[in-house]
């Protein structure tokens, strides 16, 4: 959470916040600050501080590293820990805050988004106020998104996507976010959380598949069956489902059976039990995939967009969603198709 508040503090002041990535090379960060004339950075753990460390004389605009929470920090005056951070603040009069705050315009630049280097070195994506505002509200608007969801955060905060999901879309919709601390105990935070709503890269809904599918292979005999059906069941009802339509009485007798026998005790094992919306994006997800978690009564919709448009530009809506495609465009977005096919 301290990267949450410490960016929303950045933007409220008339600041930008940039994300700069754990897996980031000491070389990167120092690539990042620069580039960035960041006067601070906020780091979880004295590992990353290393990094900075080691190339602290080639950063001339950095004059403070923050560790986060739980992080004892070191004997250094430029490096403060996250309560002594806190406490600058509390000689600032709340006025002078206001006044930064009603300052600023909707075309000011909030958010830095480094894109991943493939064509170089990294570069930055500006997002305005207003960029961020819009996207969050045509996203929610989609995805009917109410004060009820509760979403469970993991993913890097520096990815457009997380941070839609976890900051800026959660404010816009008062939504409840909890915290994956080790991406690791990814599974473990999930059965605790039981989000409403998830978002996950391709490769995560793999590995949820490979577990799965792991765990099916040691049935056999009636039990193998009854799985076998159940799944023939889950995938009519969500192909049905995924154009808009309901099944019929006995179908749907059916998949109350299947869901009692089988669908139930997978969503509640995975940590899906009260899920509403399941969301793949950042890349392409196999169609195979998706037909797994269909056939155990679970429509992953998927989304397509990139840094440059604050993250979502079309988007499968539930009850309205093709395998294999991104789905329809966003409103107020517009899509062209090149002459490539791309």
């Not at 409840?176 to 039981?194: P, Q, S």
């Not at 076998?228 to 808009?244: F, H, K, M």
Request: hydrophobic share 40%; aromatic share 8%; proline share 5%.
């Amino acid at each position: 959470p301290e990267w949450t508040v410490s960016a929303l503090a950045a933007m409220r002041i008339g600041g930008i916040a940039a994300g700069v990535y754990t897996t980031n090379s000491p070389a990167e960060v120092a690539y990042i600050v620069n580039h960035a004339e960041a006067p601070l950075i906020v780091v979880d753990s004295l590992a990353q501080l290393a990094k900075l460390e080691e190339k602290w004389g080639e950063m001339p605009s950095l004059k403070y590293a923050v560790l986060m929470d739980g992080v004892d920090a070191p004997d250094d005056d430029g490096v403060l820990g996250w309560q002594d951070f806190l406490a600058r603040g509390d000689d600032v009069a709340e006025s002078e805050i206001d006044e930064r705050l009603d300052a600023l315009r909707p075309d000011q630049v909030a958010d830095f988004i480094y894109t991943s280097g493939t064509t170089g070195p990294p570069k930055a994506v500006m997002l305005t106020h207003d960029n961020l505002v819009f996207t969050a509200g045509i996203l929610g608007d989609a995805v009917d998104v109410t004060s009820d969801e509760v979403m469970l955060s993991y993913l890097p905060l520096s990815h457009i996507a997380e941070q839609m999901a976890s900051i800026h879309l959660a404010i816009a919709r008062s939504y409840t976010v909890h915290y994956c601390h080790d991406g690791l105990k990814l599974a473990d935070y999930l059965r605790e959380v039981r989000p409403t709503s998830f978002f996950g890269v391709p490769r995560v809904w793999e590995r949820f598949e490979s577990v799965v599918t792991d765990q099916f292979s040691e049935a056999t005999g009636a039990k193998a069956a009854i799985l076998t059906w159940a799944r023939g069941i889950g995938s009519q009802v969500t192909a049905l489902r995924n154009r808009g339509e309901e099944p019929g009485r006995l179908l749907a007798l059916q998949y109350q059976l299947a869901d009692r026998l089988v669908f139930a005790k997978i969503h509640e094992a995975m940590g899906f039990s009260r899920h509403r919306v399941l969301i793949s994006g950042a890349a392409p997800v196999p169609p195979a995939t998706l037909e797994f978690f269909a056939s155990l009564g679970m429509t992953i919709v998927e989304l397509y967009g990139q840094s440059e448009d604050s993250g979502p530009a079309t988007y499968n809506r539930p009850r309205n969603t093709k395998i294999g495609t991104v789905g329809t465009k966003l409103r107020g977005t517009e899509v062209e198709i090149a002459d490539d096919g791309e």
